[in-house]
């Protein structure tokens, strides 16, 4: 980081009254997400860096780590410093992403894959631990009735049908990659996920295409992106990408369900939550 960064000028990238809704909801223990700042750091008017401020020191130096391991990449903005609580990254400059373009099939492949490409490890399911924690999971979802009897236990069978030696990998992954976390690239015309406290490493890989999935990506750019991880040596990814639709699906339900009830006391629209499992029975 250059010595004269001190001296450069910072703005808020979140107009003001959006910084004071989320303070005063924050206050109000209605605000679920973490307490982080973002900033673009000037040098002569021109945005050179992006600085976003965590809540802990810890959160900023797990950013920074994955950040560093991950490695310069026209697809992640590139880690410049860490300081504290705070780490500086490069502005990258472009457009909001488009899911409809034309090519947005290319695009989120190339992007996507460049994080199930990094270095990984291989566990095979029944030693990762990741089956007993989904059956966890739904026994919550059937203790707040946010699901059925039935449901919950189809969905049991339907974990347990999956063979305890279907391989998994463990990697860099992008935890959420919804549309507004990504950039098409002003000089390259790439995909870049620009969100990077969403940044993971040791991530089961996979988990951010099957959340792209369930949000915005259509079959046609799923079907592309597995397509290219088999053709890459990706294919255990790919075999196992049932199971990792599945886990990641009850994770979020359980996840959303559990944020509402903690911060609003109660868990909000029980069925279109059961709906969302529901749909992976289709």
């Given amino acids: 980081m250059p010595a004269r960064l001190p001296a450069l000028t910072e703005r808020p990238v979140y107009p ?14 209605r605000w679920s997400r973490g307490a982080y700042d973002v900033r673009l750091v000037y040098d002569q008017g021109k ?11 810890q959160q900023a130096r797990r950013v920074a780590g994955a950040l560093s391991a991950f490695g310069e990449s026209i697809h992640v903005p590139t880690l410049r410093h860490q300081a504290d609580n705070a780490i500086w990254v490069d502005y990258v400059a472009g457009h909001a992403f488009d899911p409809h373009a034309a090519d947005q099939p290319r695009g989120v492949a190339e992007c996507l894959t460049s994080f199930a490409l990094r270095p990984s490890r291989a ?37 347990n049908g999956f063979d305890t030696d279907l391989m998994l990998r463990f990697g ?4 959420d990659p919804i549309a507004a976390n990504l950039l098409t690239r002003a000089d390259t015309g790439q995909v870049c996920a620009i969100d990077v406290k969403n940044v993971r490493q ?7 295409v099957a959340k792209a999935h369930a949000r915005w990506l259509d079959d046609d750019g799923l079907n592309h992106i597995l397509a290219d991880w088999r053709s890459r040596g990706l294919a255990d990814v790919v075999a196992a990408f049932d199971f990792i639709r599945l886990y990641e699906r009850i994770e979020r339900v359980t996840r959303q369900a559990a944020t509402e009830k903690r911060s609003r006391g109660a868990i909000r629209k029980q069925s279109n939550k059961a709906n969302k499992l ?3 029975l289709d």
Avoid at 16 to 26: N, T
Avoid at 172 to 175: E, G, I, L, R, S
Avoid at 202 to 208: H, K, T
């Fill in 16 to 29: 003001a009254m959006r910084r004071m809704r989320r303070a005063i909801l924050r206050r109000l223990g």
């Fill in 47 to 57: 945005p050179i860096y992006k600085k976003v401020v965590f809540n802990s020191n």
């Fill in 278 to 280: 529901e749909a992976l």
């Fill in 172 to 175: 860099f992954d992008y935890a």
């Fill in 123 to 159: 566990v095979a399911l029944g030693e990762a631990g990741l089956v007993d924690e989904s059956h966890q999971r739904l026994a919550w979802l059937l203790d707040q009735a946010v699901i059925t009897p039935r449901l919950g236990e189809t969905l049991r069978a339907r974990l």
């Fill in 202 to 208: 040791d991530a089961l890989v996979g988990l951010g």
